[in-house]
C-alpha cells in the first residue's frame, strides 16, 4: 500500500478524492508534486472517472438541500467582435439554488463562470439543439457542427463531419446520451433537406448516429413525412429514449430509443390545449422520472394557466402509442412566462416576465424569487440540471456508471 502524503495511503487518497468536485480536485495539484502526478494520473483513468461521476450523482440524490443549473449564452451574428468574444469566455455559467424550508420569499444562489475558450461557431445555437449527459453538453451550431464541451474540465471538441452537414440541410433535432448496452456515447440528429419544399409535396425526414467509441457517424432509418417544414421545440431523455415535441403545423412527439435506435411517432392527448394569445405554449419535460406535457392557458395578459400532463404507459410510448393522464393544473398565476423544469418532484422552476426565475412549490402553491444579476441568466439558450464531472470528451475508454 503507497503512501504519498503524510500517513495517508495513497489509496484512501484516491477514496477521498474521489468525492472532490472537478474544479477542487484539480486545485488539490498544486499542494506537492505527489499530489499533482497522483491527480493528473487519476484524471485519465476510466475506473476512477466512473467511480467519481457515481459518487458525484449519489452525493447530488442524497444531498438534496441544493440543485445546480447549467446555463449557456449565445451571440448573434450582427453583433461586434468584441462582444463575441467576451461571450465566447464566459458561455457557460452554473447556478446553485439552495433549498430550505422556511417561507421566505427569495432564494438564495451561487454562481460559477467556467473559462472555456470554444469556438465562435459554438455560441451560435439554439434551445432545440442540445443536450447533456453525465457533465457533458452537446451543441449543433448554426453552422452544421456538432461539438461536445465539459466546462467544469474545460474540454471540448468538434466532432467529425457527417453526410448530413451540407448547405440546404436544417437540423431539427439533436439528442446525447450513454448507451448503458452498448457501453457508448451516442448523438442523435434528424432534420431535413429545405430545398425539398419547392419540389415536392411533402418534406421527408432524414437521421443519422454518431458513435464515440467508433468515432463515425451513420445514417439510419426514419420515416417521416410533412405537409410543410416542421419545426421542433427542444428534447427531453428518460429510461433509455430521447423525446422531442415537434411541430408541422399539428404537434407531434418524436421518440428515439438509444438502445434499439429506432423512431416512432406519439401522438398527443385528445383534446390538449396548445393554442394561447400571441402565439401557441407547449413543453416537454421530466417529472418523478416520467414524460409531462406543459399547455398554457392565457387568462389574460400576463396571468397564465398550465395543464400538466403525463405519460401513463412507458412501454407503449416506446413503441409509438401511449396513454396520457391529466395530473396538474397550476394557476392562475400572474407575471410567470413559462416553466423551466422541475427541480424535485414538488417544485418547479419558472420563468418570470422581468427575466428574473421563480420556484413554485406544488404542495405549498408558494412562489419564491430568485433575482438574477447575470446576463447569462437572462436570456439563456439553455439551462438542465447539471452535475461537475471528470468525464472527457476526447473519446476512448468510456466513462460510465
Not at 461571450?87 to 432564494?107: A, Q, Y
Request: glycine share 4%; proline share 4%.
Amino acid at each position: 500500500m503507497g503512501r504519498i502524503c503524510g500517513d495517508l495511503p495513497e489509496e484512501l487518497l484516491e477514496e477521498i478524492f474521489s468525492w472532490v468536485p472537478p474544479r477542487s480536485l484539480f486545485r488539490f495539484k498544486c499542494v506537492s508534486k505527489s499530489w499533482y502526478a497522483l491527480i493528473n494520473s487519476l484524471a485519465k483513468n476510466p475506473e476512477f472517472v466512473s467511480k467519481h461521476l457515481s459518487n458525484i450523482i449519489d452525493k447530488k440524490n442524497i444531498l438534496s438541500s441544493a440543485t445546480c443549473l447549467l446555463f449557456c449564452s449565445s451571440v448573434r451574428t450582427f453583433w461586434p467582435p468584441q462582444k463575441r468574444e467576451l461571450v465566447r469566455h464566459k458561455m457557460f455559467t452554473s447556478l446553485t439554488i439552495s433549498h430550505d424550508d422556511n417561507e421566505r420569499d427569495h432564494l438564495n444562489y451561487v454562481s460559477e463562470v467556467f473559462h472555456i475558450d470554444v469556438p465562435l461557431n459554438a455560441l451560435h445555437i439554439s434551445i432545440a439543439k442540445r443536450s447533456h449527459c453525465n457533465g457533458l453538453i452537446c451543441l449543433l451550431t448554426a453552422f452544421h457542427e456538432v461539438i461536445l464541451c465539459n466546462p467544469a474540465i474545460k474540454e471540448y471538441r468538434t466532432l467529425p463531419e457527417s453526410s448530413l452537414t451540407y448547405d440546404g440541410f436544417m437540423s431539427l433535432g439533436l439528442g446525447f446520451n450513454y448507451d448503458s448496452k452498448a457501453k457508448d456515447y451516442k448523438v442523435v440528429k434528424f432534420g431535413y433537406d429545405v430545398r425539398q419544399r419547392s419540389r415536392v409535396e411533402s418534406v421527408k425526414t432524414r437521421a443519422e448516429v454518431y458513435s464515440m467509441r467508433n468515432d463515425t457517424w451513420r445514417e439510419i432509418g426514419i420515416h417521416f413525412n410533412y405537409d410543410r417544414s416542421p419545426f421542433c421545440h427542444g428534447e427531453v431523455f428518460s429510461k433509455g429514449v430521447f423525446y422531442w415535441c415537434v411541430e408541422t403545423p399539428e404537434y407531434v412527439i418524436i421518440s428515439f430509443s438509444m438502445f434499439e435506435e429506432v423512431f416512432h411517432s406519439i401522438p398527443l392527448p385528445n383534446h390538449f390545449p396548445v393554442k394561447r394569445r400571441g402565439g401557441r405554449f407547449i413543453k416537454l419535460v421530466v417529472w418523478n422520472e416520467s414524460v409531462a406535457l406543459f399547455s398554457c392557458h392565457c387568462e389574460r395578459e400576463f396571468t397564465h394557466t398550465f395543464e400538466v400532463w403525463v405519460m401513463g404507459d412507458y412501454a407503449s410510448g416506446v413503441k409509438g402509442s401511449c396513454s396520457w393522464i391529466k395530473k396538474l393544473v397550476i394557476g392562475p398565476l400572474v407575471d410567470i412566462r413559462y416553466p423551466l423544469i422541475f427541480l424535485k418532484h414538488d417544485e418547479l422552476l419558472m420563468k418570470a416576465t422581468d427575466g428574473n426565475l421563480m420556484l413554485y412549490n406544488l404542495c405549498s402553491q408558494m412562489l419564491r424569487k430568485i433575482t438574477l444579476t447575470q446576463v447569462a441568466f437572462k436570456d439563456p439558450c439553455l439551462d438542465f440540471s447539471y452535475i461537475k464531472s471528470l468525464v472527457s470528451v476526447q473519446g476512448g475508454s468510456q466513462y460510465h456508471l
